[in-house]
T-cell receptor, first 114, second 114 residues
Framework: DARVTQTPRHKVTEMGQEVTMRCQPI?????VFWYRQTMMQGLELLAY????????DSGMPKDRFSAEMPDATLATLKIQPSEPRDSAVYFC????????????FGEGSWLTVV | DQQVKQNSPSLSVQEGRISILNCDYT??????FLWYKKYPAEGPTFLIS?????DKNEDGRFTVFLNKSAKHLSLHIVPSQPGDSAVYFC?????????????FGSGTKLNVKP
């Protein structure tokens, strides 16, 4: 059963600490996304990779957020330093990289910054 | 500026009746649309899609309608069941230029009462 795997599922951290969230996309998928769910904005697109190359990270606060794909099986989203306003659910999704297809979401990483 | 909008944060419907969820978009380049369903503490799961070459797509109890001139789509659930209670997100992409890159609305929480 192919699925997108995210770790950690839950994270509580103190303001100022570094947070790293990891994602294993579905094998064979070459587009990977990071979304953030907030009450006001719904699902915000933070970053978009195709074939491991970052195509769009315009939705990400550049000063503290960074997203990378060290290899085809791992995507990371890092926040340094974290702030209370970063508290949200972060979703990773992957897609097959062809037109007319859907993208598949992981179960999310619940981040609380205190 | 949100390119995909769901203006109703919530909807309550009696079991057996029709649920109609609405979604508007602003980008005329969008040509592929998805609906996702999300239960608490889970990631969004794909429900139904529609391409801009169609104005209707049906899958069991779920039908999506697309009105390109109005930049509007709707999801109809008939008959509604208590298990349909969830948050529904619509999403849109411009497949020709950026396939798989989906913009999401803020979601509509559907409550189906027994």
């Amino acid at each position: 059963d192919a699925r997108v795997t995210q770790t950690p599922r839950h994270k509580v951290t103190e303001m100022g600490q570094e947070v790293t969230m990891r994602c294993q996309p579905i094998l064979g998928h070459n587009t990977v996304f990071w979304y953030r769910q907030t009450m006001m904005q719904g699902l915000e697109l933070l970053a978009y990779f195709r074939n491991r190359a970052p195509l769009d990270d315009s939705g990400m606060p550049k000063d503290r957020f960074s997203a990378e794909m060290p290899d085809a099986t791992l995507a990371t989203l890092k926040i340094q330093p974290s702030e209370p306003r970063d508290s949200a659910v972060y979703f990773c999704a992957s897609g097959p990289g062809s037109s007319g297809n859907t993208i598949y979401f992981g179960e999310g990483s619940w981040l609380t910054v205190v | 500026d949100q390119q995909v909008k769901q203006n109703s944060p919530s909807l309550s419907v009696q079991e057996g009746r029709i649920s109609i969820l609405n979604c508007d978009y602003t980008n005329s380049m969008f040509d592929y649309f998805l609906w996702y369903k999300k239960y608490p503490a889970e990631g969004p799961t794909f429900l139904i899609s529609i391409s801009s070459i169609k104005d209707k797509n049906e899958d069991g109890r779920f039908t999506v309608f697309l009105n390109k001139s109005a930049k509007h789509l709707s999801l109809h659930i008939v008959p509604s069941q208590p298990g349909d209670s969830a948050v529904y997100f619509c999403a849109a992409s411009a497949e020709v230029t950026n396939f798989n890159k989906f913009y999401f609305g803020s979601g509509t929480k559907l409550n189906v009462k027994p």
